[in-house]
């Protein structure tokens, strides 16, 4: 059976490909960059023998990202996962951004998946497969930071609850994880509040779930309690918040 | 300097012996396009698995490129026993995938998480460098990126000056991205033999007796009084399938936390010394599984932790054999006045040529470990040891001796500024630079 993972590359998307590719999954990796992505499946193929396709797209730009995924495909077994661990984020994202900007963080963040996840849907659901998204802790509670960013991520959790809503989990297992901060080269150098959890432990748990039916959660857990927690404070102490 | 395009880290960085650190700012790349999105003329350094004793892979001045997330396997040639990886792979990972398909990449050092790009910008050697060569031996391409003219392709056919300077480079001919390696068929285990010898005299004649070894290295006791007795381990390749009663442990770390105080001083040394040679000093053969014959270092973490927080220091010296047997002599004689503490001595046997920067020719290599190399007794020693070696015609490797200055180097090493130059010819800005480069002034 074949797992889609889009933003395969780098961070969670490359611990994902490598932790599906232990578990003897075939994989199709979608990143933008066909450097990275032949590099990533010759490993995958060479260290544990899997089937791995791969697509090199720019979702920034690409005027229909589903349909190339659903070409590229072909050939390979049935799918039986769709993985979104794709984002990007500025800092610059301050509300000081033009229109290219915010187009390419929506595009990135809610556009494409949104778009691969319709395009997949009929052959995910035949398959009684499981679609996986990945929300942030930044859209606990908009900010003065990564603005659009965080809006694009909360909107991309409404997405994923109409999914589950729409579907029941025995048809389709909608999955959403809120992540919290990652050790990738997104907060590399970054003086963070709190720990960073390793995208390969993540992955680990992420791959576990697969087949648990359909929830929606924080990843590490304990971030769960640290959103409670801001939400519920008083917007003057939330807006004293800098990190 | 502008972050967009690339991250950086501002972290101390320490050298694997603890003598050199540094405040640097660190960029970890995991895709192809942030390797080059560093500004061309951004003085910068790579950086493997950081496990080098004398700071090569940082710079407090240069941005370090730390190829962590370059790991991967490209290409493997089941047949023909080719493989190619990216330059951030780690020996141990290479070497494992390699004997589970039964094959062997002949020359590996004793750290199991030195990188393929470190082992090459090193030419590092393995565990019989006159059998096996050093690293160059075995690597059949590199492709490697320069901040101006982009990816390069060398090899010996193609861009060969190039090719030939990223051996004992240390990174100045360019970041070194990928490489194919040519792999040996891997025996099953090897069989593990020790001849106890009485000096390092004798030691020489055996390391020349077993010559045609896969396996040959020795360990000798440097306390006055003692100095030189020891053994010599060789290791041949066993018949059939054997059972090696260990199971490999796991790998040294890049870093191992010292302990808060140092153990080696002369009681902790003598102790040790006598461990040793109860463990070792057997003449019976015992079978080893080829990783943990490769990797030694993976039982000694508690040996490094020892060293406490002032780490120590190795000096490494190839003396030719018409003035070995006249060096060890002097050496000894040396020992017995000053008395420094040395931890371990070991000798390997080369034959190769020496050429650049590389640590290599015919002759007998010393590597002399000491704790506390700032202490003024154990600092005097080194700066005699150096003279000595120097004296008797001794090649330093530059890639293990911290303590080293830029005006011996110059001495041991003949023809050093031709050397510098033709490392300096692909990088005539001087982009490439690291505190190891700096101190020697390459």
Same mark, same amino acid.
């Given at each position: 059976m074949t797992a889609v993972v889009i933003g395969a590359s780098s961070g969670l998307g490359r611990a994902l490909s490598v932790e599906l590719a232990r578990t003897g999954h075939a994989v199709l990796l979608v990143a933008s960059d066909a450097r990275d992505l032949a590099a990533l499946a010759a490993d995958l193929q060479l260290r544990h023998g899997v089937q791995v396709g791969t697509l090199a797209l720019d979702l920034a730009v690409a005027a229909d990202p589903g349909a190339r995924v659903m070409e590229a495909l072909a050939g390979l077994p049935t799918i039986r996962a769709l993985l979104l661990p794709v984002g990007m984020s500025r800092s610059d994202d301050d509300g000081s951004l033009g229109p290219a900007a915010i187009g390419q963080l929506l595009a990135i963040n809610l556009h494409a998946p949104i778009a691969v996840a319709h395009a997949l849907l009929p052959a995910l659901l035949e398959s009684r497969a499981a679609i996986v998204g990945f929300g942030s802790i930044a859209g606990a509670r908009g900010r003065s930071r990564n603005i659009v960013y965080a809006a694009a991520k909360r909107g991309l959790e409404t997405f994923f609850e109409s999914l589950r809503h729409r579907h029941l989990p025995t048809a389709l297992r909608v999955q959403f994880y809120r992540l919290g901060f990652l050790r990738s080269n997104l907060t590399f150098g970054m003086k963070l509040p709190l720990p960073a959890a390793e995208p390969e432990v993540v992955a680990r748990k992420v791959i576990a779930g697969l087949r648990k039916g359909s929830f929606d959660r924080y990843q590490p857990r304990w971030w769960g309690m640290i959103a409670l927690i801001v939400r519920c404070l008083p917007w003057f102490a939330f807006r004293r918040m800098k990190d | 300097?502008?972050?967009?395009?690339?991250?950086?880290?501002? =972290?101390?960085?320490?050298?694997?012996?603890?003598?050199?650190?540094?405040?640097?700012?660190?960029?970890?790349?995991?895709?192809?396009?942030?390797?080059?999105?560093?500004?061309?003329?951004?003085?910068?350094? *790579?950086?493997?698995? /950081? $496990? &080098?004793?004398?700071?090569? &892979?940082?710079?407090?001045?240069? !941005?370090?490129?730390?190829?962590?997330?370059?790991?991967?396997?490209?290409?493997?040639?089941?047949?023909?026993g080719l493989i190619t990886v990216e330059a951030g792979a780690r020996i141990g990972d290479v070497v494992r995938f390699a004997l589970a398909h039964g094959w062997l990449l002949p020359v590996a050092p004793g750290?199991?998480?030195? =990188?393929? /790009?470190?082992?090459?910008?090193?030419? !590092?050697?393995?565990?019989?460098?006159?059998?096996?060569?050093?690293?160059? @031996?075995?690597? #059949?391409?590199? #492709?490697?990126?320069?901040?101006?003219?982009?990816?390069? %392709? %060398?090899?010996?056919?193609?861009?060969?000056? @190039?090719?030939?300077?990223?051996?004992?480079?240390?990174?100045?001919?360019?970041?070194?991205?990928?490489? *194919?390696l040519r792999l040996a068929p891997a025996a099953h285990a090897y069989s593990l033999r020790s001849i106890v010898v009485a000096d390092l005299a004798?030691?020489?004649?055996?390391?020349?007796?077993?010559?045609?070894?896969?396996?040959?290295?020795?360990?000798?006791?440097?306390?006055?009084?003692?100095?030189? @007795?020891?053994?010599?381990?060789?290791?041949?390749?066993?018949? &059939?399938?054997?059972? *090696?009663?260990?199971?490999?442990?796991?790998?040294?770390?890049?870093? $191992?936390?010292p302990w808060p105080i140092t153990a080696w001083n002369r009681l902790g040394i003598t102790m040790m010394n006598g461990w040793i040679r109860q463990r070792w000093c057997r003449s019976d053969s015992r079978h080893v599984a080829i990783e943990s014959a490769l990797f030694p270092l993976n039982d000694a973490r508690r040996y490094f932790a020892g060293f406490g927080k002032p780490g120590f220091v190795e000096a490494q010296w190839l003396v030719p054999h018409a003035r070995f047997v006249e060096f060890a002599a002097t050496l000894a004689a040396e020992v017995a006045r000053q008395r420094p503490r040395i931890s371990l001595i070991a000798s390997k046997l080369f034959d190769g040529e020496a050429d650049g920067f590389r640590f290599d020719g015919k002759g007998i290599s010393l590597a002399i470990q000491m704790p506390q190399p700032q202490a003024p007794a154990q600092a005097a020693f080194i700066e005699s040891l150096t003279e000595l070696a120097i004296l008797h015609g001794g090649r330093p490797n530059l890639i293990k001796d911290s303590s080293l200055r830029a005006d011996s180097a110059r001495r041991a090493i003949t023809r050093f500024d031709e050397a510098r130059a033709a490392l300096r010819q692909f990088d005539p800005h001087e982009l490439q630079r690291s505190e190891m480069t700096r101190r020697l002034q390459l």
């Open positions: - | 300097m502008s972050r967009r395009g690339f991250a950086l880290a501002e =972290t101390e960085l320490r050298s694997f012996d603890r003598s050199v650190v540094a405040r640097c700012h660190v960029q970890r790349p995991d895709r192809y396009r942030l390797i080059e999105a560093l500004p061309a003329d951004v003085q910068r350094i *790579t950086r493997g698995g /950081g $496990v &080098s004793y004398v700071g090569a &892979s940082f710079a407090s001045d240069s !941005v370090v490129q730390d190829l962590g997330a370059f790991d991967r396997l490209l290409e493997f040639d089941a047949q023909r750290h199991p998480r030195a =990188t393929i /790009g470190g082992c090459i910008a090193a030419d !590092v050697h393995g565990k019989n460098p006159a059998r096996d060569g050093t690293f160059r @031996r075995h690597v #059949e391409a590199i #492709e490697l990126f320069d901040p101006v003219s982009g990816w390069i %392709a %060398a090899s010996a056919e193609e861009n060969a000056g @190039r090719f030939a300077a990223c051996f004992a480079g240390f990174g100045i001919p360019g970041l070194i991205g990928s490489a *194919t004798e030691a020489r004649e055996v390391l020349l007796a077993h010559a045609g070894a896969p396996l040959l290295y020795g360990w000798h006791d440097g306390r006055p009084g003692h100095f030189g @007795r020891g053994v010599i381990r060789f290791g041949l390749e066993a018949k &059939s399938e054997q059972h *090696t009663p260990r199971r490999p442990l796991p790998d040294l770390p890049s870093a $191992v936390e």
